[in-house]
């Protein structure tokens, strides 16, 4: 049996719309109102929510068989208001440790919890090049000296808290997001493309007039980059997990960017051997790019659902992204095989 064709503009149109949506941990719900929307379009799926606020979609179908779950987040780093200093500037808290170098002079959205938004951009305190000149670059890059100044005119705490900034608020770097030469460069590919893959596979099937051989939940996960995104919210009748999340790309590692990966340890240990073979036959029956890895500082989110005593078997499949947790990049290539790989195991 031949897999549904991929409607690849409407999985780059997608997932280009989440991107620019900014969803830092705990921040992520205006992420989760979009592909809930963009969900509802599909009678098949029941939605519901978490009460910490996770999407879960379920597809029922006739079959005597047990249920199976994949999960996706669209939870991002980001950073919360710490500080305002006396000039005025913010101090930050980093969300899911995004390292300070990786978003020296990026800009930022600071989202008050009133609703207001605040543009600005990370500096370093040593940042102009007349005053500091070298020795700007040997300031170290950390929490106290990295700084946002904020686009307005203020020059004192007072102002800044008078703009209806508060400790706390919301902190979103910008995506940057470029598709070019098939290639899609942008900030938190992960797991924004993941989600988009699961979207897509879900399309095509409905596109196709298919549909899965099993009752399917998809959980749309808030709280992976924090390590519980969905540690909670699979069913517990559910016997197979999959876990889509990027796989990791650079020196030593196996994953490219033009092929999906199974990932078969990360940092939290290894993942279910029969799940593993079952996805390999798949792959290698449908004719799919795919590579085994192993990454070397990565938890998931079907890991947090094992440590909760979420009693499945776990796998963990994704898309090849160079440069994680900076400034990533995937190619249509590796989101197509991502997405053929949800749909043959949906359909098995
Ligand atoms: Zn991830």
Redesign the pocket.
């Known amino acids: 049996m031949s897999l549904p064709t991929i409607d690849q503009e409407y999985l780059v149109d997608f997932l280009v719309k989440l991107l620019n949506i900014a969803s830092p941990t705990g921040f992520a719900e205006p992420a989760i109102v979009f592909v809930e929307k963009e969900l509802s379009q599909f009678s098949q799926l029941q939605l519901t929510r978490t009460r910490k606020g996770a999407l879960v979609a379920k597809w029922e179908v006739e079959s005597t068989e047990a249920p199976i779950a994949l999960t996706?987040?669209v939870d991002t780093l980001g950073a919360v208001v710490k500080e305002i200093k006396s000039n005025g500037r913010l101090k930050l808290s980093r969300i899911g440790g995004i390292q300070w170098p990786t978003v020296e002079t990026e800009g930022v959205w600071v989202l008050s919890s009133k609703g207001e938004k605040v543009r600005g951009s990370v500096l370093i305190d040593t940042a102009s090049g007349h005053i500091y000149s070298a020795a700007g670059s040997e300031t170290p890059r950390n929490d106290e000296h990295m700084e946002v100044r904020l686009d307005a005119r203020i020059t004192s705490e007072k102002e800044t808290r008078e703009l209806g900034i508060k400790i706390g608020d919301c902190v979103a770097f910008d995506p940057r997001v470029e598709v070019t030469n098939g290639f899609v460069r942008s900030r938190f590919l992960?797991?924004k493309a993941?989600v988009a893959n699961m979207v897509s596979a879900i399309k095509s099937l409905v596109d196709a007039g298919q549909e899965p051989a099993r009752t399917t939940y998809f959980l749309i996960s808030n709280y992976?980059?924090v390590g519980h995104g969905a540690s909670t919210g699979i069913p517990s009748d559910v016997v197979e997990l999959v876990t889509v999340?990027?796989a990791v790309v650079g020196k030593g590692q196996e994953s490219d960017e033009f092929s999906a990966t199974l990932c078969i340890k990360d940092s939290g240990g290894v993942y279910h051997e029969g799940l593993n073979k079952k996805l390999r036959a798949l792959a290698e029956q449908h004719g799919i790019p795919y590579k085994t890895d192993v990454y070397p500082f990565y938890g998931?989110?079907g890991e947090a659902f094992w440590r909760a005593g979420g009693d499945v078997a776990l796998a963990l499949i994704g898309p090849g992204i160079d440069a994680s947790h900076n400034y990533e990049r995937a190619h249509m290539d590796g989101l197509g095989a991502t997405t053929n790989w949800i749909m043959a195991y949906l359909l098995d």
């Open positions: 996706a987040h992960d797991d993941c992976e980059e999340d990027m998931s989110d």
